[in-house]
């Protein structure tokens, strides 16, 4: 029988075309064997990354690699990638580690970003602006009859972010980082509790990376943080489960952002319509894990059903995601660690926005990691400052949402008080 090793899998399919029995099935990224599998051999000919090996095969070519550098950042999202650019940048040598073969890809994101959010971290750039946004409409879906509100003035960005993640991690190539992909952090090197490095498994095998400080970048689904022994669960309560097609074919206004709240439609949520240019859109909702009682994809199905407009659309792309809407874990920081992003829920808990916050956060650990190598001390007392910049750049207004969106409970959500906050959360100020 013929196994697969799922870190150097790339779901190409070049075994199940060669398989004579169809014992290999390709299913999305999942390469299933089945025990119609003769052990005829002619997959491991056939696959490009040598994932397949026989039963009982021992991987003797595999010598662990062993390396050194300044910062290691665990995963190339926009927290990840700007930290990793802006730590080169300070002369630090950096591994940026990403586990996916494709870095932005899938992608798990609405895409929206305000201009004044983006513009501190990098020039629009139409190859990754799928359009231009000045207004938003707010409609309140209730028993009764649908409230709209609606705001112009501002400016933001809806990204396709499967190419503006790349050219972050591009950014911090040319920085000097060095970017592996399919390459998964698995664990940290710990002395005595200090982290001193990274074990990472990638296509050559496994690594241990030694280092001065690891900035964990691994999103909503951080395990890094806890390896260091912070503790980061989320609640239920203080996590969105979502849904989002790409729908094609419908009309909408291409420069206007549409928010829809009720209880019946994404309980202690909502829903969006970010325009993507061309008659396409991300429609999408999250729903509050405690509060709902099906799945963030049947509320998404109902939604649209009940939008003429949405309904006659076609959807090209599915998005599935968790969204962080917690308050701030207690410490971001350990001996030789800090965590950014998602990893460390700099979320904003009302709107669930979380692109900007993660840059902010990844320039921030870096410069308080090149200081604190610089000065010989990268204990926790000394990150710490990291924290103390988080909370006067961000920490506090996130805080904020956090009290507002506790005191707005899922049944005061239409209320107008909540209205005229939200409408300035999806500011993006
Ligand atoms: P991520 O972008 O999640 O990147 C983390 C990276 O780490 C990933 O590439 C992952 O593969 C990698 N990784 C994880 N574990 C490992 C490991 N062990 N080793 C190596 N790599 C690892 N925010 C907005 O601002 N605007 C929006 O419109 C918006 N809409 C959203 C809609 C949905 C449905 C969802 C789910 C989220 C949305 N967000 C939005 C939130 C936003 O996507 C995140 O806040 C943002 O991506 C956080 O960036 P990050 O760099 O912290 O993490």
Redesign the pocket.
């Known amino acids: 029988m013929i196994r697969v090793q799922v870190d150097r899998c790339g779901y190409c399919g070049a075994c199940v075309s060669v398989c004579p029995v169809g014992a290999i099935e390709l299913a999305e990224t999942h390469l299933l064997i089945s025990q119609a599998c003769v052990d005829c051999g002619l997959c491991l000919a056939a696959c490009p990354v040598g994932a397949l090996q026989a039963e009982g095969y021992a991987d003797s070519k595999r010598v662990p690699l062993r390396r050194r550098c300044d910062v290691v950042v ?7 990638s700007v930290a990793a650019r802006e730590a080169a940048k300070l002369g630090l040598s950096v591994l940026l ?4 073969q494709e ?1 932005g890809s899938p992608v ?6 305000a201009h004044d959010m983006l513009v501190p971290f990098i020039e629009p750039d139409p190859r990754w602006i799928s359009a231009t946004v000045t207004k938003a409409q707010i409609a309140v879906i209730g028993s009764e009859k649908t409230v709209t509100r609606q705001a112009e003035g501002g400016k933001g960005y809806i990204l396709e972010r499967r190419v503006f ?1 790349r050219v972050l991690a591009e950014e911090a190539a040319q920085a000097g980082a060095q970017v592996m992909v399919k ?4 664990g940290l090197l710990l002395e005595d509790g200090v982290v001193r490095g990274v074990v ?1 498994r990638g296509p050559a095998g496994s690594m241990e990376i030694e280092c001065a400080v690891v900035i964990g ?8 943080g806890s390896w260091a022994g912070l503790d980061t669960t989320l609640l239920l309560r203080d996590t969105m489960a ?3 097609y790409l729908l094609a074919g419908i009309e909408i206004d291409p420069a206007c952002c549409y928010y829809y709240i009720g209880q019946d439609v994404a309980p202690g949520g909502y829903a969006w319509v ?1 325009p993507k240019g061309e008659g396409k859109a991300n429609v ?1 909702l ?1 729903v509050q894990a405690d509060l709902a009682t099906d799945s963030a994809l049947n509320y998404l199905t109902r939604f649209i059903e009940s939008q003429s407009h949405l309904a006659q659309g076609s959807p090209v792309t599915l ?5 962080p809407v917690a308050p701030l874990p207690s410490r971001l920081v350990a001996d030789g660690l800090m965590l ?4 460390a829920r700099q ?1 904003d808990p009302l709107t ?7 840059m902010i956060a ?1 320039r921030l650990a870096a410069e308080v990691a090149a200081e604190a190598i610089a000065a010989g001390n990268v204990s926790a007392q000394a990150l710490a400052v990291y924290e103390e910049r988080w909370m006067a750049a961000r920490g506090r207004k996130m805080a904020r949402s956090y009290r507002l969106k506790e005191r707005f409970g899922p049944d005061e959500r239409t209320s107008s008080d909540f209205l005229r906050v939200f409408m300035v959360a999806v500011g993006g100020g």
Do not use: H, M, Y
């Not at 798990?108 to 970003?113: L, V």
């Not at 998005?319 to 969204?323: L, M, Q, T």
């Not at 669930?352 to 993660?358: H, K, P, Q, R, V």
């Open positions: 665990v995963g190339a999202g926009p927290g990840g580690l990403e586990k996916r870095i798990r994101c609405a895409e929206g970003i993640d390459t998964a952090a698995t990472a970048a691994d999103g909503v689904e951080s395990r890094v979502c849904a989002q970010f999408g999250g998005v599935v995601g968790g969204v950014v992003g998602d990893a979320v669930g926005g979380g692109i900007a916050n993660a990844g």
